[in-house]
T-cell receptor, first 112, second 114 residues
């Protein structure tokens, strides 16, 4: 069974520092991997999707890498801002139809 | 803009009652999913559908049912609500045809079973 782990569970950084969030998965046979952001009491917002054939994906200050062979993905957020405070979730897509297996998330606090 | 809506946003019910949570998407996506989110368990898949008249059980389907009569809606029914079903429920949708399959989520329904 695919297991998805996110370490650390919580992270606090001062404004301006770069954020590095880790996601690992046990089975490399994934269709794609998606990173989400969740604000307290809200739904999930899709940040980036990396196809299994890709090594990385970028959107603004966000960059996500994927190493299927080692079962790892990393989300980098450059020059963090207080508005980046949220929980970040990674999820692997198990097949071409869209079933997602989620990690437990990393709760990020960016202090002014 | 296309979106996913869920209703109600908050619901309090009693043990043993039947409860239906609504999910409506205007993306015209063929795939729809229901998840529950609990502290210590993260998000877990309850049921999913790959098209009209298609439904499938997920990881935690006991006590839940869904039906898909059109593309836009996938209601989730709790047949006889139990306190263990107190949770936040999220509906999501995605489209397989392009091969990308990015999943989009609704705002969630917070259900309390007393």
């Amino acid at each position: 069974k695919q297991e998805v782990t996110q370490i650390p569970a919580a992270l606090s950084v001062p404004e301006g520092e770069n954020l590095v969030l880790n996601c690992s998965f046990t089975d490399s046979a994934i269709y794609n991997l998606q990173w989400f952001r969740q604000d307290p009491g809200k739904g999930l917002t899709s940040l980036l999707l990396i196809q299994s054939s890709q090594r990385e994906q970028t959107s603004g200050r966000l960059n996500a890498s994927l190493d299927k062979s080692s079962g790892r993905s990393t989300l980098y957020i450059a020059a963090s801002q207080p508005g980046d405070s949220a929980t970040y979730l990674c999820a692997v897509n198990l097949d071409s139809w869209g079933k997602l297996q989620f990690g437990a998330g990393t709760q990020v606090v960016v202090t002014p | 803009d296309a979106e996913i809506t869920q209703s109600p946003r908050h619901k309090i019910t009693e043990t043993g009652r039947q409860v239906t949570l609504a999910c409506h998407q205007t993306w015209n996506h063929n795939n729809m999913f229901w998840y529950r989110q609990d502290l210590g368990h993260g998000l877990r898949l309850i049921h999913y559908s790959y098209g009209v008249q298609d439904t499938n059980k997920g990881e935690v389907s006991d006590g839940y049912s869904v039906s898909r009569s059109n593309t836009e809606d996938l209601p989730l029914t709790l047949e006889s609500a139990a306190s263990s079903q107190t949770s936040v429920y999220f509906c999501a949708s995605s489209e397989s045809k392009s091969g990308v399959n990015e999943q989009f989520f609704g705002p969630g329904t917070r259900l309390t079973v007393l």
